[in-house]
């Protein structure tokens, strides 16, 4: 089970990180990875970190702006996301499964957590 959280209202040029804990001890085996959902839009990968977080991968949106990292030894890996844009504003979702951007690869996901950038 995923957890994702730490989202909210922040202004444009602000910074905010997400974490997505997990319970479960095959966690640190998976990679896991970030998806965001904007109203009318389809879910969009931004960003994935293999199992031992020694890999990482983006989405060329924001390559530069978001940093994904994990800790294993808590269950959780984080989002940080820098130089928040109005575009940014999105549910993000963080999913467990295979190191890939795309959506079919991830086998557990998270409920989101609601990310607005006001102008």
């Known amino acids: 089970q995923l957890q994702a959280c730490g989202g909210g209202l922040v202004q444009a040029g602000g910074s905010l990180r997400l974490s997505c804990a997990a319970s479960?001890?095959?966690?640190?085996?998976?990679?896991v990875g970030w998806f965001r959902q904007a109203p009318g839009k389809e879910r969009e990968f931004e960003a994935v970190?293999?199992?031992?977080?020694?890999?990482?991968s983006y989405a060329d949106s924001v390559k530069g702006q978001f940093t994904i990292a994990r800790e294993n030894a808590k269950n959780t890996v984080y989002l940080q996301m820098n130089s928040l844009r109005p575009e940014d504003t999105a549910v993000y979702y963080c999913?467990?499964?295979?190191?890939?951007?795309?959506?079919?690869?991830?086998?557990?996901w998270g409920q989101g957590t609601q990310v607005t950038v006001s102008s």
């Open positions: 999913a467990a499964g295979r190191y890939a951007s795309i959506r079919s690869a991830y086998k557990y």
């Open positions: 479960g001890r095959t966690f640190s085996s998976y990679a």
């Open positions: 970190i293999n199992w031992s977080g020694g890999s990482a």
